[in-house]
């Protein structure tokens, strides 16, 4: 069946097209984003959720969304989607990192102009034919210091245009390194710094805990008098009330304001203040930044349901389509591993250990780590996947570590999993063959070449004669047939393990018959989604 996509959002036809083009039935109902309990009711029937910002992803719509797989944000900003609660069913979260960045950046270039020379109040003055010529003096900005907060993909081109308006601009960035910074042109320096020198502030930082409130009133006290604050990033970041306050005194001369702490903002404590340009979160509205978008986050949320490949998700490793068929064996591979392990375990987890040898450590391990944590938990946790697999790890307090090698035996590239719990420590290696199909080659560290069906029985025992007589004649006497068998030791008279092969999951009181055997340690039936 087709794949459903629903766009929530006004986003450009171009997006509804590449979907159709690619196979995928959509909707588009952008009406959709302002009608919370319509999305509610009708979220179930779809796959994807494409949205701009008028769209909240709240928990209560992620656990209404079952068939959910992929959420495609058109813009940057994904703080109207609850990421841990997508995550946690699944849900990969996509956005498009660059697409808006020049014509947000551009916005706030046009805010720095409107506020240095109030273009908005004049020109409502000039069109009530007032002719205020010494109402309105501006400032220049040749030779001012701009002030940077978030030097990143948008803060940064802000700079590049500001140093070519011949301004001076600090930034402060805790992650722009000092060769970033040179190549900007721009003079990295603290927080206090900036506020102490800039003439202009403009903000270019995520939301997020740390940036919460970073303009008020303790930061504006620090500025200098006649300080001019744009903000087009996102509200929130200035406290509105404290920036009041410091126009009202005179301290801050103007704002360029695009963002607000509640939208949509249709009352504000800053509206209507002289000198205080607003507008509705228009920073990425042009018709280029709105056509990148769309078509950018069209061909992600596609590539996805189609072919599996991963582009800009905030929750799950890239994966690109390139890479995705000769990675999807390895992730299959990675799965059963943790997937082996996590049935064979009944104690709490405490840590993991995955080894990349040869080839494989070439390949995208973060995908492969997922893949294995997912299979892992699986047992305990029917929904989980490579999305949500490393959070619930996490939360489990699992301490996951990985180690590279180059290749050290005949295989041009194997994973192994060392899973450590309170009672003991299990170890497990695979690699792909060239039919593209798993193969475990070392359990318990015997040395072994077995498929992964999707039934099978799994026993340690002691290496005595009659094994496979005894395991072969219970499972007779039960109608089990047993389809293959694998065995292996460690050495002669040591340990030793077999996997069978069956037809169909293997019944318990078989097992209760084959545990009171005195020659078999332990048995246990294993499934594994043998589908490609
Ligand atoms: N107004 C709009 O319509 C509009 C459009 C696009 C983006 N945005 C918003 O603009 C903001 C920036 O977007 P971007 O694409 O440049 O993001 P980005 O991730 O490329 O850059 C953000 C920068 O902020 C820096 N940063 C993080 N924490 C910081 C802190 N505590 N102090 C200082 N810097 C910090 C990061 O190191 C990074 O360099 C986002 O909030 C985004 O949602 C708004
Ligand atoms: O979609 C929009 O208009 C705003 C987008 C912007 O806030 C973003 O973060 O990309």
Not at 33 to 41: F, I, N, R
Not at 137 to 152: A, F, H
Not at 231 to 251: H, P, Q, T
Request: charged share 25%; with cysteine.
């Amino acid at each position: 069946m087709a794949p459903r996509v629903l766009v929530s959002d006004k986003l450009s036809p171009t997006a509804v097209e590449i979907f159709k083009d690619r196979g995928i039935e959509v909707d588009y109902l952008p009406e959709l984003g302002k009608d919370k309990e319509k999305l509610l009711s009708v979220i179930d029937q779809y796959d994807g959720l494409a949205i701009r910002s008028a769209t909240k992803v709240t928990e209560k719509l992620i656990n209404n969304a079952t068939n959910l797989k992929v959420v495609g944000r058109a813009g940057i900003g994904v703080d109207n989607v609850d990421i841990p609660a997508a995550s946690r069913r699944g849900i990969i979260v996509m956005n498009t990192p660059f697409g808006n960045s020049i014509t947000t950046a551009e916005h706030a270039i046009a805010m720095l102009f409107a506020v240095a020379r109030q273009i908005p109040e004049a020109n409502a003055s000039t069109h009530d034919g007032k002719w205020e010529k010494n109402r309105f003096m501006g400032v220049e900005i040749t030779g001012k210091t701009l002030g940077v907060i978030g030097c990143g993909n948008i803060g940064s081109v802000v700079a590049m245009r500001a140093i070519g308006l011949k301004m001076h601009v600090v930034a402060f960035d805790p992650f722009l390194s000092a060769e970033r910074a040179s190549e900007l042109g721009v003079e990295k320096v603290e927080l206090d710094e900036l506020f102490k020198r800039a003439d202009f502030i403009t903000l270019h930082t995520p939301l997020t805990d740390k940036t919460r409130g970073v303009i008020d009133k303790d930061a504006i006290a620090k500025m200098k008098k006649g300080v001019r604050i744009i903000n087009c990033a996102r509200g929130g970041l200035v406290v509105e009330a404290d920036l009041v306050e410091g126009l009202k005194s005179g301290k801050v001369a103007g704002a360029g304001i695009d963002v607000f702490e509640t939208e949509p903002a249709t009352e504000n404590p800053l509206f209507n203040m002289p000198n205080v340009v607003c507008t509705p979160h228009l920073g990425a509205s042009t018709s280029e930044a709105q056509e990148n978008v769309a078509i950018q986050v069209a061909e992600q949320m596609a590539d996805y349901l189609t072919k599996g490949a991963v582009t800009n998700a905030i929750n799950m490793p890239s994966i690109s389509a390139e890479e995705a068929p000769r990675l999807k064996p390895f992730i299959k591979l990675a799965e059963v591993l943790g997937a082996f392990v996590g049935q064979v375990t009944d104690e709490a987890i405490e840590e993991v250990e995955i080894l990349f040898d040869g080839s494989t450590t070439e390949m995208n391990r973060r995908a492969l780590i997922s893949a294995a944590l997912a299979g892992l938990i699986r047992p305990q946790v029917a929904d989980v996947n490579m999305v949500s697999a490393p959070i619930m790890a996490k939360e489990r307090g699992i301490i996951l570590s990985e180690v590279k090698r180059d290749k050290s035996g005949v295989f041009d590239g194997y994973i192994k999993l060392t899973v450590k719990t309170s009672e003991k420590t299990r170890t497990i290696a695979g690699t792909v063959f060239s039919d593209g199909k798993p193969r475990f080659i070392q359990i318990k560290g015997i040395n072994l070449d077995a498929e992964v069906g999707q039934h099978m029985l799994y026993t340690t025992n002691y290496d005595v004669p009659g094994i496979i007589g005894l395991l072969g004649s219970i499972c007779a006497k039960h109608q089990v047939n047993i389809a293959n068998f694998q065995l292996g030791r460690n050495r002669p008279g040591g340990d030793a393990i077999a996997l069978l092969y069956l037809d169909a999951p293997f019944p318990p009181e078989v097992l209760r018959e084959l545990r009171a055997t005195d020659v078999i340690l332990s048995a246990k039936p294993l499934s594994f989604d043998v589908a490609a």
